[in-house]
């Protein structure tokens, strides 16, 4: 029974939580006999917590089926950067290795309160730095498609756990792709919500804007269920809004073709591998053969550089920057790169950076009045060799250009635009391939809406991957 149940999508799996014909215990039997099949392969979900689940469970078993959140009690793992009471949390650090919360993330309890139980921490990299999920503490973390390959960061446990069937539903977190990056490199989907839709916290810079949690699901369907049970505000949140009127489950629910797009293969900010180009323009030539306008244009995002790069470091300054002395030789160079980039910002480079924000602000919001949606690949290469710790590690790109290869990303959070990821098409060699579907400001019920119809053309069909050692 348990090997049919990780099969079924998370919709059908609360529909049978909520009629009863399931338990949370049988979904958790289920993820964990999965885990023990498929995570030795492809180590996405290294930090577990059944007994703290079943606990959970039997909680929920008190009261009835039809009253216990959105969720009915779905198992869902958590991102090891994101804190859960009782359950030991890394970010992927030795500086971190033996924390435990004490009191877990406002998204966590936001969850838990919609029917969700935590079972696992994803892995990340070290305080999620770079695009590639790797760490001291816990290891690599493989791309189920190709076991040799990464599975991005730095959501790349989340996706990979989600690839498999080790889970229906999985957390994450975007700074620079870390939720758009995994979903193109392992096939799944998800959502980086504008600034505030779903809150969290507390948070050593509570008001920034740039990094978002959000949910990953397999398909349009799921994501919207798992984006209903992350929404709701809390007083520990710096920026938080109400929950929409509508749900997003009734907008995926409701399919509504775009009537104009705009596309650009590296939004002018970048460079395309011509391998993602082509999947992602074949992609749009069925698009058009569906009817919707497919215009070749972007905003102009010249200033999201200097708008992205200063509260980026001024971040890990925040997190790090008082504990740098003695930790420095703890953290990997990409990290210490960056709080010694955040220490060393000026005035002027404050300065110059809020003004470039707001300009690419009013730039990409004014454009999204003429079209429905904004189109552009969610990564510019494919899946790369695991052990290529960032894109031209191995051919001598310094540590100071280490996330440049995500500037597709980048570029699209300092707009703050909603953004769902989907699959969109393979390679010539089989590799998943996504596209980011860039909403209006603060419109993510629209941006579901023109999301399920996009996939239905596409017709994307989400499958479990059965992961196969190297020969």
Not at 415 to 441: A, E, F, N
């Amino acid at each position: 029974m348990t090997g049919d149940l990780i099969r079924l999508s998370a919709r059908q799996m609360v529909a049978g939580l909520a009629a009863g014909e399931v338990s949370p215990h049988d979904a958790l039997d289920a993820v964990r006999a999965r885990i023990e099949v498929v995570d030795r392969l492809v180590n996405a979900l290294p930090t577990r917590c059944f007994d703290r689940a079943r606990r959970h469970a039997d909680r929920l078993m008190e009261l009835p089926p039809t009253e216990r959140g959105v969720l009915a009690g779905l198992p869902v793992p958590i991102k090891d950067l994101t804190p859960v009471a009782g359950v030991r949390t890394t970010w992927g650090s030795r500086l971190r290795e033996s924390f435990v919360a004490d009191q877990s993330d406002v998204i966590v309890e936001t969850v838990e309160a919609h029917g969700g139980v935590v079972y696992a921490k994803s892995n990340t990299p070290e305080f999620g730095a770079g695009g590639n999920t790797f760490n001291d503490v816990f290891g690599p973390t493989r791309n189920p498609h190709d076991l040799r390959l990464t599975p991005g960061g730095s959501s790349g446990g989340a996706a990979a756990a989600l690839a498999t069937g080790m889970a229906w539903l999985a957390h994450g977190s975007d700074l620079a792709g870390s939720l758009r990056t995994p979903a193109s490199f392992c096939g799944v989907t998800s959502l980086r919500p504008s600034p505030g839709r779903i809150a969290s916290g507390p948070a050593v810079m509570p008001f920034q804007v740039h990094s978002q949690q959000g949910p990953m699901a397999r398909d349009i369907a799921d994501l919207a269920l798992f984006a209903d049970a992350m929404v709701g505000e809390s007083p520990r949140a710096g920026l938080g809004k109400p929950p929409p009127q509508q749900s997003f489950r009734s907008a995926a629910a409701s399919p509504r073709p775009p009537e104009r797009v705009a596309f650009s293969v590296d939004l002018g900010v970048t460079e395309t591998a011509p391998e993602v180009a082509d999947v992602c323009t074949r992609a749009m030539a069925a698009l058009e053969r569906a009817g919707i306008t497919v215009v070749a244009d972007h905003p102009d995002l010249s200033d999201a550089e200097v708008a992205f790069d200063v509260p980026r470091a001024l971040l890990f300054a925040a997190l790090l920057g008082a504990e740098f002395p003695r930790a420095r030789g703890v953290l990997k160079p990409e990290v210490v790169w960056n709080v010694e980039r955040g220490l060393a910002v000026d005035g002027d480079a404050v300065r110059a950076s809020i003004a470039a924000q707001g300009r690419v602000f009013e730039l990409a919001t004014g454009f999204m009045s003429d079209y429905d949606l904004l189109i552009c690949p969610a990564a510019t290469v494919l899946p790369f060799p695991v052990e290529e710790r960032y894109v031209g590690y191995t051919d001598g790109l310094p540590v100071s250009e280490y996330y440049r290869w995500l500037t597709i990303a980048a570029a699209v959070s300092v707009t703050t635009l909603p953004v769902i990821t989907i699959p969109c098409g393979r390679s010539d060699t089989g590799l998943p391939v996504g596209i980011q579907l860039v909403g209006r400001p603060h419109g993510e019920l629209e941006l579901f809406s023109l999301a399920s119809h996009i996939e239905n053309v596409l017709d994307i069909v989400p499958a479990i991957v059965d992961p196969v050692p190297p020969s």
